[in-house]
Nanobody, 119 residues
Framework: QVQLVESGGGLVQPGGSLRLSCAAS????????MGWYRQAPGAQRELVAS???????NYADTLKGRFTISRDNAKNTVYLQMNSLKPEDTAIYYC?????????????WGQGTQVTVSS
């Protein structure tokens, strides 16, 4: 079982920056991927970015260049640095953890942290 605790969300003006953090605890396997998804009101959940244990990253094309994902494996923590924020970035941001055992995927989610971009 893996527990994920997010922090760092809040209200920010357009053009501002915010950094999200997500700390994982429990049974953490050596091979895993962590990432961030977001869901705006009335919209479907979408991938923001992910990063493997080895540091391989994957970004949504529209966000690449503004958002940066990183992780500290010693702390089992993933970060999302968000710059040049826009009102359309407003959403609940969810931390995601997943690993595979004998081709079976194990996936866990944080409760989400609200990010609001408004003037």
């Amino acid at each position: 079982q893996v527990q994920l605790v997010e922090s760092g969300g809040g209200l920010v003006q357009p053009g501002g920056s915010l950094r999200l953090s997500c700390a994982a605890s429990g049974t953490i396997f050596g091979t895993n991927t962590m990432g961030w998804y977001r869901q705006a009101p009335g919209a479907q959940r979408e991938l923001v970015a992910s990063i493997t244990i080895g540091g391989i990253t994957n970004y949504a094309d529209t966000l690449k260049g503004r958002f940066t994902i990183s992780r500290d494996n010693a702390k089992n923590t993933v970060y999302l640095q968000m710059n040049s924020l826009k009102p359309e970035d407003t959403a609940i941001y969810y931390c995601n953890y997943r690993h595979w055992r004998v081709t079976v995927k194990y996936e866990y989610w944080g409760q989400g942290t609200q990010v609001t971009v408004s003037s």
